[in-house]
């Protein structure tokens, strides 16, 4: 650091207000007044005033960071208790995430351990400790771990080294000293200074890189016995390098974890993203929920994905939504009310909690608007949160999200890097045909595949043997498995009851789907039938009565059934969304699985999910997905159009005992007969769910 007097008088500055606002008076408690909601829906009340809630517990959030920097100047000096209690008291939060530390390294707080900002000129999180302590509101930071650009700088022996032998600008060692050099103590003092409720700790698994530091080398070389690391995708053990480094994260995660538990028994913690769809392993680190914080661009279809993994995991988790969008050199552009509520009602039909991620000015005054809009979207989600918070699923059909397809694919610590995009395709054409889906990998999947009616791969082109061969048996007991891709299906190839021909080659193909022809121009696997049924022809133009090749087929296997589709689908799904190739993923799942528990009669645009609310009710929800984000063009949406009536079939055995649309509490038309209740909901604006009390 720079030992000018200007940089000793700030420094002087820090220590003081330290001492002043974080180590002097106890922090009072009080009750906040309760703010009025404008919205129809009236939200329910959280907690009582005063009682903070536990993070297991917690169902709605806010998340403000602002990653200070060296080039800050005014840190803290618009934060104000009665801005901070404004928020409070309108949005009602269960807990809020404030600004510590970002990617650049530098804290917002005067840290005596590393590298405050320069530009401190107010302790900001010593103003939201006494308002959030004050209206018993939990209080966690945003602190940026294996990411820590300012500490690299002045610590390169600390850092991540790339194959080149070059010390990496930003990223720590997971190998090396920073973790009990910086990452523990400042931690520690950070979170008793302020009496912290827990840390959000980002830059974690998803911004962990492959290292060549000689400490990692020397591990490599210790546990493997290899004397060179590989350096790129055709080297040998290439694998190995990477799940070398994927177990090295969950040794450096544990360790710290359990260091801040040790001091404090009581802080909640979670590291970004570890559990999920990023890092999709069993969590062996002592983390007490999972998080994430999804893309902001495509983020209804990226929570979709995230949501419905999530949720199988069985531990408590919520995810993140940004309350802005990136509008390119325009800068910042805050989303609407209905836009979030409308990612909201993604992540609450799976049993989520939910969060909204916003940035306060450099100065740290929350905008008026954010409060508007937060509060009427924290009214939308509380008046779900009875029927919809923790809820359980009933299982329908299985999408597997493969690990070791991933693991293999890409070539991260753990980022997917475009790993998804078959799974994304699979899950937009199953949804959009209301199916009600979970997504679960090979170790959730695996001992719970007897639960599901029908299982599907999006194309996976490597699962273990053990996993086939559990699949296999699944099939043989009666179970259906739809296979989306060449690549997938020539890992059961002796169960299709065709012939492989050769290798699959790129060829020009007309589908033939119940829409008429669609292009599909492709890989495809030649096939020739032998016991088998062919539901699905390809042309090489558009002129369908003439030369056929096989595109699909359904094989008996045992008492159960495969079908198989031998190009790939599902990414072709995802790249065009053309209804004829959703169409035909939904003939064969229709013949594999005829008798589904739910069906729906709306359009593609409704999701459907089949739950049990955490007090027992079976809970079918839906959420209008009609104008969703999806493209850089139109970033905000202000008005989501009403869909329905909507038809609804749900088999149940006795006749319930009451129907209920909710949140509104009204009762729809509905009949039973034949262990099939029947009803019917006039409009579906962004999300509801029929309620079903089977007493």
């Known amino acids: 650091m720079n030992n000018n007097s200007s940089r000793e008088k700030r420094t002087n500055l820090q220590a003081i207000i330290l001492a002043i606002t974080c180590l002097a008076p106890a922090l009072q408690t009080g009750c906040a007044g309760a703010g009025k909601a404008d919205n129809k829906e009236t939200a329910m009340s959280a907690k009582p005033a005063g009682e903070i809630i536990r993070r297991k517990d917690a169902f709605f959030g806010l998340h403000f960071d602002l990653h200070p920097g060296k080039n800050d100047t005014s840190l803290g000096a618009d934060t104000a ?47 939201w400790r006494k308002v959030t302590k004050e209206r018993g509101v939990g209080l966690f930071i945003h602190y940026s771990g294996v990411w820590d650009a300012v ?20 990223i720590s060692s997971t190998f090396g000293p920073y973790v009990d050099k910086l990452l523990i103590p400042q931690l ?44 790129k995708r055709d080297d040998p053990r290439w694998l190995e390098w990477k799940m070398f480094h994927r177990r090295q994260f969950e040794k450096y995660l544990a360790h710290w974890v359990d260091a801040l538990h040790a001091h ?22 002592n983390l007490d ?39 390119g050199d325009l800068g910042q552009a805050m989303k609407t009310a209905p836009h979030l509520q409308q990612e909201a009602a993604v992540v609450l039909m799976q049993g989520g909690g939910f969060q909204i991620y916003y940035q306060p000015t450099r100065s740290g005054y929350v905008a008026q608007e954010i409060i508007d809009v937060t509060g009427k979207v924290a009214d939308f989600c509380r008046a779900r949160q009875s029927f919809s918070h ?52 090979e170790h959730q999947l695996q001992p719970r595949l007897a639960e599901f009616p029908l299982v599907v791969i999006p194309d996976s082109y490597k699962l273990a043997d053990d996993f086939r061969a559990a699949l296999l048996q699944y099939v043989a007991n009666g179970g259906s498995l739809m296979l989306l891709g060449e690549r997938c299906a020539r890992l059961f190839d002796s169960a299709l009851g065709v012939q492989l021909e050769g290798e699959p080659q790129h060829v020009a193909a007309e589908v033939a789907t ?101 007090d027992g009710r079976l809970t079918v929800h839906l959420l209008n997905l009609t104008e969703a984000q999806r493209s850089d063009r139109f970033l905000h949406t202000d008005f989501i159009p009403k869909v329905g009536p909507i038809g609804i079939e749900l088999r149940m055995p006795k006749k319930p005992a009451s129907v209920t649309w909710e949140p509104r509490g009204v009762k729809p038309a509905w009949s039973w007969k034949d262990g099939v209740l029947s009803a019917t909901i006039p409009e579906l604006e962004i999300h509801g769910a029929l309620v079903v009390d089977e007493r």
């Open 81 to 127: 208790e009665e801005n901070v209690a404004a928020l409070l008291d309108r949005v009602k939060p269960d807990y809020v995430q404030y600004d510590c530390k970002g990617h650049a390294g530098y804290t917002g707080y005067p840290t005596k351990i590393g590298w405050p900002s320069p530009g401190i000129v107010k302790d900001a999180l010593a103003v």
């Open 151 to 170: 500490a690299m700088e002045h610590h390169p022996e600390w850092a991540r080294v790339d194959e080149n032998g070059k010390p990496d600008g930003g």
């Open 188 to 231: 520690i003092e950070v979170t008793d200074s302020y009496a912290l409720d827990g840390v959000w700790v980002d830059g974690e698994c998803w911004a962990a890189k492959l290292d060549y530091c000689p400490a990692a080398l020397e591990q490599w070389r210790s546990e493997t016995g290899y004397q060179e690391a590989p350096k």
């Open 264 to 285: 404090n028994p009581k802080l909640q913690i979670t590291s970004n993203w570890m559990g999920t769809t990023i890092a999709p392993v069993p969590v062996k680190a």
């Open 289 to 327: 929920y999972l998080s994430g914080d999804y893309s902001p661009m495509v983020s209804a279809d990226r929570a979709r994905v995230d949501a419905r993994y999530m949720a199988s995991v069985g531990m408590p988790w919520d995810l993140m939504a940004w309350g802005f969008n990136w509008n």
């Open 390 to 441: 923790k809820s359980g699923t009933v299982p329908q059909v299985a999408l597997l999200m493969s690990t070791e397809t991933q693991w293999d694919r890409s070539d991260n610590v753990f980022s997917p890097g475009g790993c998804h995009d078959e799974l994304e395709g699979a899950l937009h054409a199953l949804l959009e045909l209301h199916y009600s889906v979970d997504i679960l990998a």
């Open 514 to 614: 119940p829409r008429g022809v669609v292009s599909m121009n492709a890989k495809w696997q030649k096939v020739t039938p032998k016991n088998v049924l062919t539901t699905v022809m390809r042309h090489p133009t558009r002129d369908s009565r003439k030369d056929g090749e096989v595109a699909a087929t359904v094989a008996a296997h045992g008492k159960g059934r495969i079908a198989a589709v031998y190009g790939p689908i599902s990414l072709a799904y995802f790249r065009c969304h053309h209804p004829g190739l959703r169409e035909m993923i939904g003939g064969l799942a229709e013949q594999l699985f005829p008798n589904p528990m739910l069906k729906v009669n709306a359009p593609a645009t409704v999701d459907a999910s089949l739950r049990r609310a955490a």
